[in-house]
């Protein structure tokens, strides 16, 4: 099999600068253009059943077509960008800028490729002004906020075509003719996803570096995000799938927080930092088709939250088993986990699953970083944790990465069993409920 890759990248970009002070005023702008164009071909052929291998060469192989093989790829990207800056600040005090950008993407139809993405952000810086000047302890304060536009093109391509796919053939006389049919029915309004950020912060540096602080708060507004539109349009169009859309929104709020410390005594110094980060997301809306229980829609719940059944307990003895007859006679045994019943039907069923709000991804982080230094030497310490974050119990030994053994034991002490009967976790090889 012989690949034939190729392609080429062209790019062309200019900018004009502008920078002025006068009196107590300093101004930079910045405008700009850049183009790119970017083709991916790749072919590929081969044969088998060769007359020698010491002739590898394809017009040596069978000729039979079961032993050929031949395919290709090509694709292009285009890209045709303007952007500007403007910054203007007083006295290092009072700082402004606003910027933009127009971004044109190949990916999308004409007369919705490009989309304007515009932001602004203002400082103070306080402990410039006068008034602040009777608090020695005070090296640096500054506060700012911001509020910005983003674009997301990173989707599938052209998806504003219809597309077809080889199948459904045909029979014309003794030969079996390639049918193509329609599948995804296309988007002839598909354009950018957009995210509009605000953040508001501190900066501050007291009693001349032995504290730091950066505090963020923001708030993002993510819209027009590509989603399928299951609940408002019919399935009965006849085609395979339906296009995505850009209606989904979603929201996300958070804050983080560095902490840092730093002092020198002659030959000796080290900083201390710690940081911690909070965000959390919210769907606002993704045309979803309601669920059985209300509990159970992914609508006003995080990204990634998932319906799984809520557990009551473990299953101690016989005589547990046996009071929960709603669950009992669904092959569960002693050592099994005992499911919460929340709709209040007769039987533990799917409609008794909850939207769990945690998923493998951390809605907290933070960290702590220890650097002691002594002339040229130096030792660094880095603390990293998470929580807020849930596995499944299938991938319990990943939580040892570095001794997988320590998980094992963990999960092996903590399991019910005849001589541990007020175990936590569930027997092994628990029937895991469908």
């Known amino acids: 099999m012989t690949p034939i890759p190729s392609g080429r990248t062209s790019c062309q970009n200019a900018r004009l600068t502008y920078d002025r002070s006068f009196g107590g005023h300093h101004v930079t702008a910045l405008v700009g253009a850049e183009q790119q164009y970017v083709t991916k071909s790749y072919a590929m052929a081969g044969r088998k059943n060769f007359v ?6 394809l017009n040596v192989g069978s000729t039979a077509a079961a032993d050929q093989m031949v395919g290709g790829v090509d694709s292009t990207a285009a890209y045709n960008n303007y952007f500007g800056r403007l910054n203007y600040d007083f006295g ?3 700082l402004l800028e606003f910027s933009f950008r127009d971004n044109g993407s190949q990916i999308f ?11 602004g952000s203002a400082g103070w810086v306080m402990s410039e002004e006068k008034f602040m000047h009777n608090l020695p302890w005070v090296s640096y304060l500054k506060l700012r906020a911001s509020h910005g536009e983003l674009g997301n093109d990173r989707v599938a391509p052209y998806q504003f075509l219809q597309a ?3 199948g459904s053939n045909y029979v014309f006389g003794q030969n079996d003719v390639s049918g193509i049919y329609p599948n995804t029915v296309p988007n002839a309004d598909i354009t950018w996803e957009v995210s509009k950020k605000t953040d508001f912060g501190l900066v501050a540096n007291l009693w001349n570096g032995l504290l730091g602080i950066d505090a963020t708060y923001f708030l993002e507004h993510r819209s027009r995000i590509l989603v399928k539109p299951n609940l408002s349009v019919s399935n009965i169009y006849g085609y395979p799938s339906l296009p995505t859309e850009n209606i989904g929104k979603v929201n996300v709020g958070g804050y983080e927080l560095a902490l840092t ?19 959390r997301s919210k769907i606002v809306y993704m045309d979803e088709v309601p669920q059985s229980e209300p509990w159970q829609n992914a609508t006003g719940h995080p990204i990634g939250s998932q319906l799984i059944y809520k557990s009551a307990g473990i299953f101690k003895d016989q ?11 669904s092959g569960s045994q002693v050592g099994d986990q005992k499911l919460a019943n ?23 982080t933070f960290g702590l970083t220890y650097i002691m230094r002594y002339k040229s030497w130096d030792l660094n310490i880095f603390f990293y944790g998470q929580t807020k974050v849930y596995n499944y119990d299938q991938v319990y030994a ?12 963990a999960r092996a002490d903590g399991r019910w069993s005849v001589s541990n009967p007020n175990g936590n976790l569930p027997r092994s090889g628990e029937w895991t409920p469908g």
């Open 398 to 409: 990943n939580l040892g990465n570095t001794d997988f053994s320590n998980a094992m034991v």
């Open 92 to 94: 290092g005090k009072y």
């Open 342 to 364: 929340l709709s209040g039907g007769q039987q533990i069923t799917a409609n008794d699953q909850f939207r769990f709000d945690y998923s493998n991804v951390p809605m907290e």
């Open 52 to 57: 020698s291998t010491a002739l590898p060469e």
């Open 319 to 329: 005589a547990d088993l046996t009071k929960n007859a709603n669950q009992a006679g």
């Open 164 to 166: 077809y796919s080889f």
């Open 109 to 119: 139809p004409a007369g919705k490729r490009f989309g304007f993405f515009p932001g």
């Open 261 to 279: 410390h730093r002092q020198t005594f002659r030959d000796w110094s080290y900083t201390v930092s710690a940081n911690f980060n909070y965000a």
